[in-house]
T-cell receptor, first 112, second 109 residues
Framework: DGGITQSPKYLFRKEGQNVTLSCEQNLNHDAMYWYRQDPGQGLRLIYYSQIVNDFQKGDIAEGYSVSREKKESFPLTVTSAQKNPTAFYLC???????????FGQGTRLTVV | KQEVTQIPAALSVPEGENLVLNCSFTDSAIYNLQWFRQDPGKGLTSLLLIQSSQREQTSGRLNASLDKSSGRSTLYIAASQPGDSATYLCAVRGSRLTFGEGTQLTVNP
C-alpha cells in the first residue's frame, strides 16, 4: 500500500527528554512537511523539506529539529528546548509544485 | 506571508441541507488549493484539489470552486448527511502549504 506512515501513534515524554517522531513515505514524493495541531486550532508548519539533505524552518521551528538523509524519511525531534510540546503532530508529503499533498495519521505527544 | 481564513468557524445544519464553506487567502500566487476533511483525533483526508488554472472540481456531493484573482474558494456540500460531520480545512500551495483554521461541521439527523 502506498502512503505515509507515522509512528508511534501515541508518545509520552518526560520533562527534559528529547523524543523523535517517525515519518516514512513510499509515494516517491520530493517534499515532506511537519505540522503541529493544538486543540481547536489549525495546522502550524514546523519544518519542511523539498529535497534530500535540505530543509527549511516553518513558522514554529524553535525547539524542534529534523533531518532528511533519505527521500522517504523525515524524522522530527522534539527537544527539551520546546517548552510546550503536548500536541498532535502531522506529517505530509507531496511532489513539488502543482500536486496533491497526503497526510499520515498523526502522532499524539503528551508530556508527563 | 500567505494567510488563509475560513468562515464560518463552526456550522450546525439539519440533515439534507445544502451548505457552503468559505476559504480566503491573501497571496494569489499559488500552485493549487486543496480541501481536506479531518475526523477527531485523526489525520487529514484529501477531498478535492483545484489547480491554479482551474475554476472548479467535483467529487460526488462535493464541489469546490476557486477564484484566484479574488483569493477565494468555496466548498459546496449537497444533501448533507450525519457522516459529513467533521472539520474541513483548506490549504493553499505556494512556496509552502498553508492552512486555514478549519470549519467544524455538525450535521444533525
Amino acid at each position: 500500500d502506498g502512503g505515509i506512515t507515522q509512528s508511534p501513534k501515541y508518545l509520552f515524554r518526560k520533562e527534559g527528554q528529547n523524543v523523535t517522531l517517525s515519518c516514512e513515505q513510499n509515494l516517491n514524493h520530493d517534499a515532506m512537511y511537519w505540522y503541529r495541531q493544538d486543540p481547536g486550532q489549525g495546522l502550524r508548519l514546523i519544518y519542511y523539506s523539498q529535497i534530500v539533505n535540505d530543509f527549511q524552518k516553518g513558522d514554529i521551528a524553535e525547539g524542534y529539529s529534523v533531518s532528511r538523509e533519505k527521500k522517504e524519511s523525515f524524522p522530527l525531534t522534539v527537544t527539551s528546548a520546546q517548552k510546550n510540546p503536548t500536541a498532535f503532530y502531522l506529517c505530509a508529503s507531496s511532489n513539488t509544485g502543482d500536486t496533491e499533498a497526503f497526510f499520515g495519521q498523526g502522532t499524539r505527544l503528551t508530556v508527563v | 506571508k500567505q494567510e488563509v481564513t475560513q468562515i464560518p468557524a463552526a456550522l450546525s445544519v439539519p440533515e439534507g441541507e445544502n451548505l457552503v464553506l468559505n476559504c480566503s487567502f491573501t497571496d494569489s500566487a499559488i500552485y493549487n488549493l486543496q480541501w481536506f476533511r479531518q475526523d477527531p483525533g485523526k489525520g487529514l483526508t484529501s477531498l478535492l484539489l483545484i489547480q491554479s488554472s482551474q475554476r472548479e472540481q467535483t467529487s460526488g456531493r462535493l464541489n469546490a470552486s476557486l477564484d484566484k484573482s479574488s483569493g477565494r474558494s468555496t466548498l459546496y456540500i449537497a444533501a448533507s448527511q450525519p457522516g459529513d460531520s467533521a472539520t474541513y480545512l483548506c490549504a493553499v500551495r505556494g512556496s509552502r502549504l498553508t492552512f486555514g483554521e478549519g470549519t467544524q461541521l455538525t450535521v444533525n439527523p
